[in-house]
């Protein structure tokens, strides 16, 4: 059953990409759409890491995780090293939680 499923998803995969390949030049998206179609992979990628920030499943996160999100958010802005980003956010959510905060 799962061989037959991952079969399946493959090849609906493949469909699509082709299906884009081959409809390239009979599909004309308006100046506009052509202009925000890009901007949409950012949106998209904004509000998962949004939900994923604030929720943890069905319920809400508690004030530890987007307040350490927050902490690598601003360092990252500032341009800080990545390693500096991470241990900063991770050390934030560590002492919030240390602290009592969910």
């Given at each position: 059953?799962?061989?037959?499923?991952?079969?399946?998803?493959?090849?609906?995969?493949?469909?699509?990409?082709?299906?884009?390949?081959?409809?390239?030049?009979?599909?004309?998206?308006?100046?506009?759409?052509?202009?925000?179609?890009?901007?949409?992979?950012?949106?998209?990628?904004?509000?998962?890491?949004?939900?994923?920030?604030?929720?943890?499943?069905?319920?809400?996160?508690?004030?530890a995780r987007p307040a350490s999100?927050?902490?690598?958010?601003?360092?990252?802005?500032?341009?800080?090293?990545?390693?500096?980003?991470?241990?900063?956010?991770?050390?934030?959510?560590?002492?919030?939680?240390?602290?009592?905060?969910?």
């Open positions: 059953m799962l061989i037959a499923a991952v079969v399946i998803l493959g090849v609906g995969t493949y469909t699509m990409r082709l299906g884009g390949v081959l409809l390239r030049e009979r599909l004309h998206l308006s100046g506009t759409v052509q202009r925000l179609l890009p901007m949409s992979a950012a949106a998209l990628l904004a509000a998962l890491a949004a939900t994923s920030t604030i929720m943890a499943g069905s319920d809400f996160a508690g004030l999100v927050a902490v690598g958010a601003l360092l990252a802005w500032r341009r800080a090293p990545f390693v500096v980003v991470v241990v900063a956010a991770a050390g934030s959510a560590a002492l919030l939680r240390l602290a009592g905060l969910p």
